[in-house]
T-cell receptor, first 115, second 117 residues
Framework: QKEVEQDPGPLSVPEGAIVSLNCTYS??????FMWYRQYSRKGPELLMY????GNKEDGRFTAQVDKSSKYISLFIRDSQPSDSATYLC???????????????FGQGTILTVHP | EAGVVQSPRYKIIEKKQPVAFWCNPI?????LYWYLQNLGQGPELLIR????????DSQLPKDRFSAERLKGVDSTLKIQPAELGDSAVYLC???????????????FGPGTRLTVL
């Protein structure tokens, strides 16, 4: 079983829809949670970053972390065709040493927002 | 500010041939990462450098893969000899890790897409 599981989709929604992307994880030492967006033939770019449990909002994007359930979510409101990309969740521990800074990624969810 | 630069963007080689990828991180970033991304998967860490030192290379297949980061700036990842299963995207990322270990954002380059025939 992988440390981070993400439904690969693909997910296709109409413009304006609310999108929900999710990841589950097994390593309770994860404390930093990130969502990256990756356009075709590009590198991942950071969208949202949260530490420990709670919600964080940035424009149309909301990230939620529930450490008790080992579950994180990314919500996209009023989705746009420009949001079409692969969304990757990523997590890291703060154990220091060689594990510090190591990101463990989910396999990514392919999202298409059609006009 | 220039982002992480990688070259070449695409490389096609025959199996058993050597190949090398180059990465220039964001200026001032002391930490550099090489990731492997297979089709339909998330990136997986191969090696992490803090300045010139490889502080995590546990996932690097050392029988055929090698990396170096001379002078603590740009880095080269080499595969010799390449195998069919090495076909993937090789991503480089960099970040600034401050004293005390404060976590900082990893910025990714566009990657090198390797095809081994």
């Amino acid at each position: 079983q992988k440390e981070v599981e993400q439904d690969p989709g693909p997910l296709s929604v109409p413009e304006g829809a609310i999108v929900s992307l999710n990841c589950t994880y097994s390593n309770s030492a994860f404390q930093y949670f990130m969502w990256y967006r990756q356009y075709s033939r590009k590198g991942p770019e950071l969208l949202m970053y949260t530490y420990s449990s709670g919600n964080k909002e940035d424009g149309r994007f909301t990230a939620q972390v529930d450490k008790s359930s080992k579950y994180i979510s990314l919500f996209i409101r009023d989705s746009q065709p420009s949001d079409s990309a692969t969304y990757l969740c990523a997590m890291s521990t703060n154990a220091g040493g060689t594990s510090y800074g190591k990101l463990t990624f989910g396999q990514g969810t392919i999202l298409t927002v059609h006009p | 500010e220039a982002g992480v630069v990688q070259s070449p963007r695409y490389k096609i080689i025959e199996k058993k041939q050597p190949v090398a990828f180059w990465c220039n991180p964001i200026s001032g970033h002391n930490t550099l990462y090489w990731y492997l991304q297979n089709l339909g998967q998330g990136p997986e860490l191969l090696i992490r450098y803090e300045n010139e030192e490889a502080v995590d290379d546990s996932q690097l297949p050392k029988d055929r893969f090698s990396a170096e980061r001379l002078k603590g700036v740009d880095s080269t990842l080499k595969i010799q000899p390449a195998e069919l299963g090495d076909s993937a995207v090789y991503l480089c990322a960099s970040s600034l890790v401050k004293s005390g270990g404060a976590q900082d954002t990893q910025y990714f380059g566009p990657g090198t897409r390797l095809t081994v025939l």
